[in-house]
T-cell receptor
Framework: GAGVSQTPSNKVTEKGKYVELRCDPISGHTALYWYRQSLGQGPEFLIYFQGTGAADDSGLPNDRFFAVRPEGSVSTLKIQRTERGDSAVYLCASSSSRLGAPTGELFFGEGSRLTVL | RKEVEQDPGPFNVPEGATVAFNCTYSNSASQSFFWYRQDCRKEPKLLMSVYSSGNEDGRFTAQLNRASQYISLLIRDSKLSDSATYLC??????????FGAGTRLTVKP
């Protein structure tokens, strides 16, 4: 498809388990962002990739969270030893903006809803 | 002070009303700002992008007040279809977008 694709759309897991969330951005978009959104809140920034490198990972809450984008396209957000507080919708967005240019429009995927029991 | 503050609402207005939302911010080093719209259980979508002090697009007007550090969104002649959560993205010096918590608008017949 032409838009940002995220899988799985829903993930239910148990406390302490490992989870991977995948994002397939719009073809040709060099910038990729991960956000998470809790009920009643705006999207909270997690990490930003420009190409293959993490340009800014200051939003990752702790070292249980990690993200990769090895070929500059698909990205995977990895959460180790999940906790109930990790439950949220994890949104991926991509953009055609270049580093140093004004951040243009973000195109979001539909999100992965994570529930940690 | 939070970096981005936005009145969560809800704003309940009748069709045809004019409604305005504000969003205050800190730590600005740029002039571009954005408003996104998010429908219930959907992803955010760009409503307006502004690379100056303001922009008007049909019934929507977005403005920036740098001195007081807030941005605003004005919606004229509200439609039922305007019911959504409006997320502000104020100017900021980083390469990622910082979103406000969102203001929920319900337009009633």
């Amino acid at each position: 498809g032409a838009g940002v694709s995220q899988t799985p759309s829903n993930k239910v897991t148990e406390k302490g388990k490992y989870v991977e969330l995948r994002c397939d951005p719009i073809s040709g978009h060099t910038a990729l962002y991960w956000y998470r959104q809790s009920l009643g809140q705006g999207p909270e920034f997690l990490i930003y990739f420009q190409g293959t490198g993490a340009a800014d990972d200051s939003g990752l809450p702790n070292d249980r969270f990690f993200a990769v984008r090895p070929e500059g396209s698909v990205s995977t957000l990895k959460i180790q030893r999940t906790e109930r507080g990790d439950s949220a919708v994890y949104l991926c967005a991509s953009s055609s903006s270049r580093l140093g240019a004004p951040t243009g429009e973000l195109f979001f995927g539909e999100g992965s809803r994570l529930t940690v029991l | 002070r939070k970096e981005v503050e936005q009145d969560p609402g809800p704003f309940n207005v009748p069709e045809g009303a004019t409604v305005a939302f504000n969003c205050t911010y800190s730590n600005s080093a740029s002039q571009s700002f954005f408003w996104y719209r998010q429908d219930c259980r959907k992803e955010p979508k760009l409503l307006m992008s502004v690379y100056s002090s303001g922009n008007e697009d049909g019934r929507f007007t977005a403005q920036l007040n740098r001195a007081s550090q807030y941005i605003s969104l004005l919606i004229r002649d509200s439609k039922l279809s305007d019911s959504a959560t409006y997320l502000c993205v104020p100017p900021n010096p980083w390469e990622y977008m910082r979103f406000g918590a969102g203001t929920r608008l319900t337009v009633k017949p």
